[in-house]
């Protein structure tokens, strides 16, 4: 009954930008933080940002500050991910996350969508 389903990702250049989409099915979307995860085969699976139920607060990777910005929108049950100034090094499948704020046992995750930062 719960899906995510990320889309947006592809192939940019180096300076470019993409937008990220989250959308979400199945749950109350306003009871859960949200979080966007990205991964690179051989690598662990790094937390890239987060977001509270209603949006009040915000947290970024140290990598991707400045440069990326998290949002959501409860009423239409999406969240997004704006990447700025993208580098190779942000080359990952990046995964949607969702985590209920009371019961943090209950999280989601979608398939993932790849992003290729490459000239």
């Known amino acids: 009954q719960v899906q995510l389903v990320e889309s947006g990702g592809g192939l940019v250049e180096p300076g470019g930008s993409l937008r990220l989409s989250c959308a979400v099915s199945?749950?109350?979307?306003?009871?859960?933080?949200m979080s966007w995860y990205r991964q690179v085969p051989g690598k662990e699976r790094e937390l890239v940002a987060t977001?509270?139920?209603?949006?009040?607060?915000?947290n970024y990777a140290d990598s991707v500050k400045g440069r990326f910005t998290i949002s959501r929108d409860n009423d239409k049950n999406t969240v997004a991910l704006q990447m700025n100034s993208l580098k190779s090094e942000d080359t990952a499948v990046y995964y949607c996350?969702?985590?209920?704020?009371?019961?943090?046992?209950?999280?989601?995750w979608g398939p993932g969508t790849q992003v290729t930062v490459s000239a």
């Open positions: 977001i509270s139920t209603s949006g009040e607060s915000v």
């Open positions: 996350n969702g985590r209920h704020s009371n019961y943090h046992i209950l999280e989601y």
């Open positions: 199945g749950l109350v979307l306003s009871a859960h933080d």
